[in-house]
């Protein structure tokens, strides 16, 4: 059973930065690839981005190209998603998710990280 828990959100300007993190346990990390996916209110949760077990494969939802990059440290048992030039429609509750398989079905979630970008 892999415990997964992210960290990182906040309130933050339009334009801004945050970096989620998200710690996993109970597995072995590398065995696994990783997401990100969100919830906005009244919206039903969306994919974001996903990293393969190595790193080498990564896969962004078309809203975030170019702005947000996710990335892993296998050795700290960690996924990151940097968020940049935030936006009031990236506004949700994050959430990271491990994968036995591949990059797209999930097995474990965590319980998710608010986010919140102001105008």
């Known amino acids: 059973q892999v415990q997964l828990v992210e960290s990182g959100g906040g309130l933050v300007q339009a334009g801004g930065s945050l970096r989620l993190s998200c710690a996993a346990s109970?597995?072995?990390?590398?065995?696994?690839?990783m997401g990100w996916f969100r919830q906005a209110p009244g919206k039903e949760r969306e994919f974001v981005a996903a990293i393969n077990w190595s790193g080498v494969r990564r896969d962004y939802v078309d809203s975030v190209k170019g702005r947000f990059t996710i990335s892993r440290d296998n050795a700290k048992n960690t996924v990151y998603l940097q968020m940049n030039s935030l936006k009031p429609e990236d506004t949700a509750i994050y959430y990271c998710a491990a994968g036995r398989l591949s990059m797209a079905s999930y097995d474990y979630w965590g319980q998710g990280t608010q986010v919140t970008v102001s105008s």
């Open positions: 109970g597995g072995t990390f590398s065995n696994y690839a």
